[in-house]
């Protein structure tokens, strides 16, 4: 059975930083999609970012680009998401998500993703 925990979110000032984890248990995918995704009140989830596992593929949004980097550490099976410069608006709750679909995959919609977490609150102040 798959498990997605994340961890790391909290409230911090605009400019600032924050680094999301994800633990993922039961999950030995290779070249598959692991990623971040976020859903503020009153919006639909977005893809924030992602890669396939034990490739070089990763996806940002254009609205995180430059600022957000996401990685995985095989050996702990765990999944990160370091997030930089942050504003107002990347107040959401961010949710890790991992997925079974092999083949060539962008990794940026949420049907590509078959285990959601629990989703970690970030709160972006002026």
């Known amino acids: 059975q798959v498990q997605l925990v994340e961890s790391g979110g909290g409230s911090v000032q605009a400019g600032g930083s924050l680094r999301l984890s994800c633990a993922a248990s039961?999950?030995?995918?290779?070249?598959?999609?692991m990623g971040w995704f976020r859903q503020a009140p009153g919006k639909e989830r977005e893809g924030v970012a992602g890669l396939v596992t034990g490739g070089k593929s990763t996806y940002y949004a254009d609205s995180v680009k430059g600022r957000f980097t996401v990685s995985r550490d095989n050996a702990k099976n765990t999944l990160y998401l370091q997030m930089n410069s942050l504003k107002p608006e990347d107040t959401a709750m961010y949710y890790c998500a991992a997925g079974e679909y092999g083949g060539r995959r962008a990794c940026s919609k949420d049907y590509e993703y078959n285990y959601w977490g629990q989703g970690t609150q970030v709160t972006v102040s002026s």
């Open positions: 039961g999950y030995t995918y290779s070249r598959r999609c």
